[in-house]
């Protein structure tokens, strides 16, 4: 079971997700709940706050959610998803990255929110 809390600041949706994350129908819906929330607010800068939630899944449903995302022609919006991670999971996003920006997600891993907040204003 995992949570998201959304504000908005400076142009920016920060999405912090906490809880766990155990499936990848989990890790799908948590993708929808922040697009879904970054398109009704007509925000398309998501800082994803991802430190504080507990994710195991494997490749394939990565590769699922990103084919999702794409159906829904979220390449199309011209957004960017910074992430922050915990650091014993870096491989697991590593993999979220490459699989999403493979699909032309705008997707970047940050371990600093300063550096994911200058990267979304660009």
Not at 5 to 32: H, M, P, T, W, Y
Not at 39 to 56: A, F, P, W, Y
Not at 87 to 113: A, C, G, M, V, W
Request: charge should be neutral.
């Amino acid at each position: 079971m995992y949570s998201i809390d959304f504000q908005i600041e400076n142009g920016v949706l920060r999405a912090s997700v906490c809880g766990v994350i155990a499936s990848g129908e989990e890790a799908a819906a948590k993708a929808r709940d922040v697009i879904d929330t970054g398109l009704k607010v007509g925000v398309h800068r998501i800082l994803l706050d991802e430190r504080e939630v507990d994710i195991s899944i494997d490749v394939h449903e990565i590769i699922s959610i990103a084919r999702e995302l794409v159906g829904r022609e979220i390449p199309l919006y011209g957004g960017r998803m910074a992430c922050l991670y915990r650091p014993e999971k870096k491989d697991l996003y590593k993999t979220y990255e490459t699989i999403y920006q493979n699909r032309s997600l705008s997707y970047r891993l940050f371990d600093d929110p300063g550096r994911a907040m200058a990267w979304l204003r660009k």
